[in-house]
């Protein structure tokens, strides 16, 4: 069975034998992988859209596999009882709505040892949560794919993860000081191997800034222009003098 590099790196950050819940599942991919690779002994796969709910019950069903694969409609961690899986995937969704639908269904993480996040943006959103909820970031990657740069945020519950978390978010240096909100947008674990996807992202990143930057100084309401033009200048010096900084590190 094929699937998307990304999916597979999800897949195998999966713990053997685990039984979990793959939410925003559409087509039902992952866990159909997951059970036919004898990675989990059994899946939730949840989605709230008929179409790819409908897909994911004809793929379970194309596949043999429903008598290990539950295909079911509901919003989020809706689809789940607390206690009913030990890992969760959520993969192609914004962080923002990633916390979201952990924050709303935080009770139904008992039991729950790991969860692999993959969002598709504001990735710093998921990584906030996480460290206020006492979840521990053990593996970060980075990768591209048909054009696209993906992260995978894989973090467990351990009962020393908020002293662990201390260390992991402590200020870096790296001939600057790198503050944990930096450490949050970048990855506390990708900038000690940042790749040259790592570094592709936030070129471009930086170049979006700077672009703002010189959008801002064109408005014509000069008072608050001034100002925010100011706050995304300095945004963008920080990145830059922290990729130039990793840049020397690099592997």
């Not at 692999?116 to 990584?127: D, F, K, S, T, W």
Request: aromatic share 4%; charged share 25%.
């Amino acid at each position: 069975m094929k699937i998307s590099t990304r999916l597979r790196e999800i897949a195998e950050r999966l713990p053997t034998g685990c039984k979990f819940a793959d939410i925003g599942s559409d087509h039902g991919l992952l866990p159909i992988y997951a059970i036919k690779q004898g990675i989990a002994l059994s899946a939730v796969a949840g989605e709230v859209n008929e179409g790819p709910l409908e897909a994911a019950r004809r793929g379970v069903l194309s596949h043999g596999v429903q008598d290990k694969i539950a295909v079911r409609k509901g919003d989020g961690l809706a689809v789940i009882e607390a206690g009913e899986v030990d890992t969760i995937t959520i993969s192609g969704m914004g962080g923002a709505l990633i916390a979201s639908i952990l924050a709303d269904g935080v009770t139904k993480l008992a039991g729950v040892k790991r969860l692999i996040l993959q969002p598709n943006m504001a990735e710093g959103a998921v990584r906030r949560w996480l460290l206020e909820q006492n979840w521990l970031i053990t593996d970060e990657i980075i990768l591209e794919e048909d054009g696209k740069i993906y992260e995978i945020i894989t973090a467990d519950r351990q009962e020393e993860a908020k002293q662990q978390n201390d260390v992991l978010y402590a200020k870096r240096s790296l001939g600057i000081e790198i503050p944990q909100e930096w450490l949050l947008e970048l990855g506390p674990l990708l900038i000690n191997k940042p790749n040259e996807v790592f570094f592709k992202k936030w070129n471009s990143e930086l170049s979006k800034l700077l672009r703002i930057y010189e959008s801002i100084l064109k408005s014509a309401e000069k008072e608050i222009s001034d100002s925010k033009a100011a706050q995304v200048k300095q945004k963008a010096n920080e990145l830059e003098a922290i990729l130039q900084c990793l840049q020397k590190v690099k592997p």
